[in-house]
């Protein structure tokens, strides 16, 4: 599908909107079906023709290294780069990996999203209209915020920044193209989002694009909510397999497991627990008669009583 080799991946959000869960690991890093959530954006790339990932940290950026060790990902080099003392956002974050980047082509892509939306349109609506950058958007699956002429193909305003009678009827999937001139538009060593950026390139009339693309599935895994809904939509289309329950986990004979329940590595369920739409992650333990409803297990806690929508940290 792809010319574009290297994509930057943002992995350095503070997670604040799962913070119960994110207290000890970055929201990319949260399992999906035991796998951490960045690894299906990886996959997502790479089935794409990316040949290279560029990964910015902030939040707990140790625990990186502690996934990917050899700083790769099926074959694939990952490059992390390290934001420090405070998060730079967007423009920032890739103003910080130009040197990474190089003076091609790149795929900016939200670390926190579960998409499996063709990239391939995206890509040509790129190349053939020269953007400078093109953003992927959808009709539905969330808030509407950005406005396009599908005609053109050009964004013209994002949440009516530039008008108040602005007809927002498309979201932006925080995916977008982008070509390395873009990078000059950013100031040097500074905190700052990619929006008003884009702003300031629909003033001045600059090539800013937007594909509308609403085939596949696409989600912002931004609230507890969703996090867990993504796992009732995976179960309910049979994926993932086997890997629900990993093979180092000990589930005792006894213990019920029902729905979207998922069972990392060296997890333990006790005797007589039963567990419905539950995500147990490494090392945790849930005790022998614990009734369990929506409940979330992070990494080494331990869960027992009767419990609903719960976050044991």
Known sequence: MSSIRTAFVLGAGLGTRLRAITLRRPKPLIPVVNRPLITYAFDHLLGGG???????????????????????????????????????????????????????????????????????????????????????????????????????????????????????????????????????????ATKISVVPIFCEMIRAGAKLGGVVIDDGSWRDLGSREEYLAVHTTLAAVG??????????????????????????????????????DCLVWENAEVAPGAHLTRCIVTRGARAEGTQTDFDFA
């Open 50 to 188: 990316v040949e290279r990932l560029v990964v910015n940290t902030h939040w707990q950026a140790e625990r990186y290294a502690e996934f990917f060790p050899d700083a790769s990902y099926r074959g694939t080099p990952l490059f992390f780069r390290h934001e420090s003392p405070e998060v730079l956002e967007t423009a920032g974050g890739i103003w910080n990996v130009r040197d990474l980047l190089g003076d091609e082509p790149f795929i900016v892509y939200n670390g926190d999203i579960f998409t499996d939306l063709p990239l391939a349109p995206a890509l040509r609506a790129h190349r053939e209209n020269g953007n400078e950058v093109t953003l992927v958007l959808r009709s539905k699956d969330g808030p509407l915020q950005v406005a396009c002429d599908t005609a053109s193909g050009r964004v013209t305003d994002l949440s009516r920044r530039i008008d108040p009678a602005s007809d927002l009827r498309f979201l932006f999937t925080g995916i977008y193209l982008v070509s390395p001139e873009f990078i000059r538009r950013i100031p040097p």
């Open 239 to 276: 994926a993932g397999g086997d890997a629900w329950i990993h093979p180092t986990a000990h589930v005792a004979p006894d213990a019920r497991l029902s729905g979207a329940t998922a069972i990392a590595p060296g997890a333990r369920v006790g005797a007589g627990a039963v567990l419905r």
